[in-house]
T-cell receptor
Framework: GESVGLHLPTLSVQEGDNSIINCAYSNSASDYFIWYKQESGKGPQFIIDIRSNMDKRQGQRVTVLLNKTVKHLSLQIAATQPGDSAVYFC?????????FGTGTSLTVIP | KAGVTQTPRYLIKTRGQQVTLSCSPISGHRSVSWYQQTPGQGLQFLFEYFSETQRNKGNFPGRFSGRQFSNSRSEMNVSTLELGDSALYLCASMGASGDTSTDTQYFGPGTRLTVL
């Protein structure tokens, strides 16, 4: 089966700093990637996505970078706020099915 | 547009019982996927339904089953519950085409199942 790996299980950042969360994916045929945010007691919330024909996509305070050469995905959060504290998952899509990593827990220090 | 809804939000059962969870997708979405999430684990894929047909299936025992109705609402059933079935069960829906080349997947809030 597919595996989506996260480089770090936990990440702590100071409020106002930028955060970078990394993700490695295993299948070069995967053509669609999503980042989700999951707060305690809630379901995963869609943050941003990117298709394999792009290498960068920006949203509000978030940027996703895709490096297909090394099969790496990253999520950058600008000016991290306490409300950004959550677990972040990356997902890759292959054959109409999604595969998720275990997540990175982001803690924002006020 | 309303998001994905799941009922009930919390459920407590005892070993050996069975349980049925319900999911209503975003209006117009025809794909519904179910996932199990436990502490320390990622999201484990259970199955996906599209237009009332199971299209993909994960590696779970036959005690886990599901179905989808003509209005795209889906139910998941777990029979003969075990302690290890305690988890957050998440439902996600994807658009009218059910194709990741054009659609994305949105999650519901989940049903927290506790098996005693």
């Amino acid at each position: 089966g597919e595996s989506v790996g996260l480089h770090l299980p936990t990440l702590s950042v100071q409020e106002g700093d930028n955060s970078i969360i990394n993700c490695a994916y295993s299948n070069s045929a995967s053509d669609y990637f999503i980042w989700y945010k999951q707060e305690s007691g809630k379901g995963p919330q869609f943050i941003i996505d990117i298709r394999s024909n792009m290498d960068k996509r920006q949203g509000q305070r978030v940027t996703v970078l895709l490096n297909k050469t090394v099969k790496h995905l990253s999520l950058q959060i600008a000016a991290t706020q306490p409300g950004d504290s959550a677990v972040y998952f990356c997902a890759e899509a292959l054959g109409n099915q999604f595969y998720f990593g275990t997540g990175t827990s982001l803690t924002v220090i006020p | 547009k309303a998001g994905v809804t799941q009922t009930p939000r919390y459920l407590i059962k005892t070993r050996g019982q069975q349980v049925t969870l319900s999911c209503s997708p975003i209006s117009g979405h025809r794909s519904v996927s179910w996932y199990q999430q436990t502490p320390g684990q990622g999201l484990q894929f259970l199955f996906e339904y599209f237009s009332e047909t199971q299209r993909n299936k994960g590696n779970f025992p036959g005690r886990f089953s599901g179905r989808q109705f003509s209005n795209s609402r889906s139910e998941m059933n777990v029979s003969t519950l075990e302690l290890g079935d305690s988890a957050l069960y998440l439902c996600a829906s994807m658009g009218a085409s059910g194709d990741t080349s054009t659609d994305t997947q949105y999650f519901g809030p989940g049903t927290r199942l506790t098996v005693l």
